[in-house]
């Protein structure tokens, strides 16, 4: 008589989990709302369960031939139907607004992921596909390099990391940069991008790759960007950059003209990226701080601080009352055992109206409005906020 292994039952264990965390999580918050002025509540729209990870795809050989073809789930959508992206670890994909899973597939090395379109890419592959979800490729040019979306724009990093091209959705190249070092990050703007760079300055670039302000924070010994955000108005920019100590510089515009107004010491020793991130409706920022949530408040040019369990994996304005949401995910200790995540929902004062947490090795969180979009593991849910 055969039985299974270890590990495929903690693989059932774990889903099952999962799913009894999902039926827990509405019936809390829908429950026992956190005080804010008056009740929030959480209605849940749907959820749907993801079919099992196809085999990954080859990539491409050292004589440059083609890839395998794709391994992906595709269900055509309606012509104009509105569809939601996400990635959950090694899998990507797009579902309806009624939770209809419309594509899935396996991140092949590199995955540029737009709101309805994407590029899913070999390591330096000599030419850029953009696909929609579909799965028909919507356009196509000759750059090597290293795709990004960013507020829907699609830039390309060069490979030695020190150029960036713009290119637009036709695939048209828009304009090209080669920056003064190693670019070590982008923020996108309506009109400006902003980069962040290895020799800790950053350069402010317009719709024609012109740089129109170049800028070297100042208060930390040792120089370098970790991160970078722009506001939605394009006036202001948050950077967190340097080594002892860290710091956090505000620059904001007035007249066309670009002055650092606020410097602060940070208690963070980063040595990776940092997300920072504008909120929307406002001049402020959140940004990553250690084990916590960092916010710089424009009105009284404060910070708050929020703890959190975990490395931040997600950070973005819920768009609801300015509430600000923010998700941790635990390392993983092995394949056949879950990490844990920690989701909390906050005021722009640090205030908590929601925190819980929950198992899980792959985690997703996006909002739009009153609505939030969650993927954990091999599952993938909608719920929107109400008041009552």
Same mark, same amino acid.
């Given at each position: 008589?055969?039985?299974?292994?270890?590990?495929?039952?903690?693989?059932?264990?774990?889903?099952?989990? #999962?799913?009894?965390?999902?039926?827990?999580?509405?019936?809390?918050?829908?429950?026992?709302?956190?005080?804010?002025?008056?009740?929030?509540?959480?209605?849940?729209?749907?959820?749907?369960?993801?079919?099992?990870?196809?085999?990954?795809?080859?990539?491409?050989?050292?004589? *440059?031939?083609?890839?395998?073809?794709?391994?992906?789930?595709?269900?055509?959508?309606?012509?104009?139907?509105?569809?939601?992206?996400?990635?959950?670890?090694?899998?990507?994909?797009? $579902?309806?607004?009624? *939770?209809?899973?419309?594509?899935?597939?396996?991140?092949?090395?590199?995955?540029?992921?737009?709101?309805?379109?994407?590029?899913?890419?070999?390591?330096?592959?000599?030419?850029?596909?953009?696909?929609?979800?579909?799965?028909? @490729?919507?356009?196509?040019?000759?750059?090597?390099?290293?795709? @990004?979306?960013?507020?829907?724009?699609?830039?390309?990093?060069?490979?030695?990391?020190?150029? #960036?091209?713009?290119?637009?959705?036709?695939?048209?190249?828009?304009?090209?940069?080669?920056? *003064?070092? %190693?670019?070590? +990050?982008?923020?996108?703007?309506?009109?400006?991008?902003?980069?962040?760079?290895?020799?800790?300055? #950053?350069?402010?670039?317009?719709?024609?790759?012109?740089?129109?302000?170049?800028?070297?924070?100042?208060?930390?010994?040792?120089?370098?960007?970790?991160? %970078?955000?722009?506001?939605?108005?394009?006036?202001?920019?948050?950077?967190?950059?340097?080594?002892?100590?860290? @710091?956090?510089? #505000?620059?904001?515009?007035? *007249?066309?003209?670009?002055?650092?107004?606020?410097?602060?010491?940070?208690?963070?020793?980063?040595?990776?990226?940092?997300?920072?991130?504008?909120?929307?409706?406002?001049?402020?920022?959140?940004?990553?701080?250690?084990?916590?949530?960092?916010?710089? +408040?424009?009105?009284?040019?404060?910070? !708050?601080?929020?703890?959190? +369990?975990?490395?931040?994996?997600?950070?973005?304005?819920?768009?609801?009352?300015?509430? %600000?949401?923010?998700?941790?995910?635990?390392?993983?200790?092995? +394949?056949?055992?879950?990490?844990?995540?920690? $989701?909390?929902?906050?005021?722009?004062?640090?205030?908590?109206?929601?925190?819980?947490?929950?198992?899980?090795?792959?985690?997703? !969180?996006?909002?739009?409005?009153?609505?939030?979009?969650?993927?954990?593991?091999?599952? %993938?849910?909608?719920?929107?906020?109400?008041?009552?």
């Amino acid at each position: 008589m055969q039985t299974e292994g270890h590990g495929a039952i903690n693989v059932r264990v774990r889903k099952a989990l #999962i799913s009894v965390f999902l039926l827990m999580l509405v019936l809390y918050i829908a429950l026992f709302p956190r005080p804010m002025g008056k009740e929030l509540l959480v209605k849940p729209l749907w959820t749907t369960r993801l079919p099992a990870a196809a085999p990954v795809a080859a990539a491409a050989n050292a004589a *440059g031939q083609a890839p395998a073809p794709h391994t992906a789930f595709i269900r055509p959508a309606s012509p104009g139907e509105k569809l939601l992206a996400f990635r959950l670890g090694d899998r990507f994909g797009f $579902v309806g607004l009624d *939770g209809t899973l419309h594509y899935l597939d396996n991140v092949r090395y590199g995955l540029a992921l737009g709101t309805d379109r994407f590029v899913n890419y070999e390591q330096l592959s000599p030419r850029i596909n953009v696909e929609n979800p579909s799965g028909q @490729v919507v356009a196509s040019f000759a750059q090597d390099g290293y795709p @990004v979306y960013l507020n829907d724009r699609l830039y390309v990093l060069s490979p030695d990391r020190s150029g #960036i091209s713009e290119y637009d959705k036709s695939g048209k190249l828009l304009w090209r940069h080669k920056a *003064g070092s %190693i670019i070590t +990050s982008v923020a996108a703007g309506v009109k400006l991008s902003v980069l962040g760079l290895l020799d800790g300055h #950053i350069e402010i670039v317009d719709g024609t790759g012109t740089t129109v302000y170049r800028d070297a924070p100042t208060g930390s010994s040792i120089p370098i960007i970790l991160g %970078i955000a722009i506001s939605a108005a394009e006036d202001r920019i948050a950077v967190v950059s340097g080594l002892e100590p860290q @710091v956090l510089s #505000i620059y904001e515009r007035s *007249g066309g003209q670009w002055t650092a107004t606020q410097t602060r010491r940070l208690g963070s020793d980063f040595r990776r990226p940092v997300l920072v991130r504008a909120l929307r409706g406002s001049g402020d920022f959140a940004f990553e701080g250690s084990e916590s949530v960092r916010i710089y +408040s424009q009105q009284g040019r404060r910070l !708050v601080s929020v703890p959190l +369990s975990g490395s931040l994996h997600s950070l973005l304005g819920a768009g609801f009352d300015r509430l %600000i949401l923010a998700a941790a995910l635990s390392d993983t200790q092995s +394949s056949a055992s879950s990490g844990t995540a920690e $989701v909390l929902l906050f005021l722009p004062d640090g205030r908590p109206v929601l925190r819980f947490r929950f198992p899980a090795s792959t985690l997703y !969180v996006s909002a739009e409005g009153s609505r939030q979009f969650w993927g954990v593991d091999d599952t %993938i849910f909608e719920s929107e906020l109400t008041t009552g």
